[in-house]
């Protein structure tokens, strides 16, 4: 029961850290010229 | 322009400065933007880059060649231009360690009046984490 109930907790924390933690782009700036 | 930015797969929001000619472009969660996309539709749109800094979070990976490049996506990464803060990245090469890094992923050259659309972009490092991981540094 209480192994179960570990379980779930390290299913929770997995689920709110790993996409924190996901390769991707973050934001992109660009400096243009000629812009009216 | 800003329209036709905001078309491009994998853009969440296209902010533009037109004091200071900036144009800032927010990636949705997850998703997959392509930087050299946004530098053909800039270019499209009648607008001249004169530069495109990126902040990613990736993997570092060496290539066969010993050369480093981030990993953002299973199928994209891009090529680190050597400079002194790439070295102290080099310790992390090929581990599971995701860092976040700053970087210029594109400049017109001065004697160019259109930025090149097809230009092959190349990450030359401004700002990498100020501490490596620990695992990172036994390995030194």
């Known amino acids: 029961m209480v ?4 379980f779930g907790l390290l299913c929770l924390l997995a689920f709110v ?6 390769a991707q782009i973050k934001h992109i700036e660009m400096r243009v010229e000629g812009m009216t | ?8 797969s994998g853009v969440q ?8 000619g900036k144009v800032q472009v927010t990636p949705k969660e997850n998703g997959q933007i392509d930087p050299a996309q946004l530098l053909k ?4 749109s009648g607008v001249t880059v004169a530069e495109m800094d990126m902040t ?3 993997k570092i990976v060496k290539d066969s060649s010993g050369n480093l490049a981030l990993q953002v996506e299973p199928n994209r990464s891009f090529a680190i231009e050597p400079n002194d803060l790439s070295k102290s990245l080099e310790s992390l090469a090929n581990s599971q360690t995701v860092v976040t890094v700053r970087g210029q992923l594109y400049k017109k050259r001065a004697n160019k009046k259109k930025a090149d659309a097809s230009v092959l972009l190349k990450l030359l490092l401004l700002e990498v984490p100020k501490e ?9």
Do not use: C, F
Request: proline share 5%.
């Open chain 1, 3 to 6: 192994n179960a109930k570990k």
């Open chain 1, 17 to 22: 850290l790993v996409p924190a933690s996901q």
């Open chain 2, 1 to 8: 322009m800003k329209q036709h930015l905001g078309r491009q």
């Open chain 2, 13 to 20: 929001n296209v902010e533009v400065s037109l004091i200071d």
């Open chain 2, 41 to 44: 539709a800039t270019y499209d």
């Open chain 2, 56 to 58: 990613a979070q990736g």
């Open chain 2, 132 to 140: 490596v991981p620990k695992e990172a540094q036994k390995k030194e």
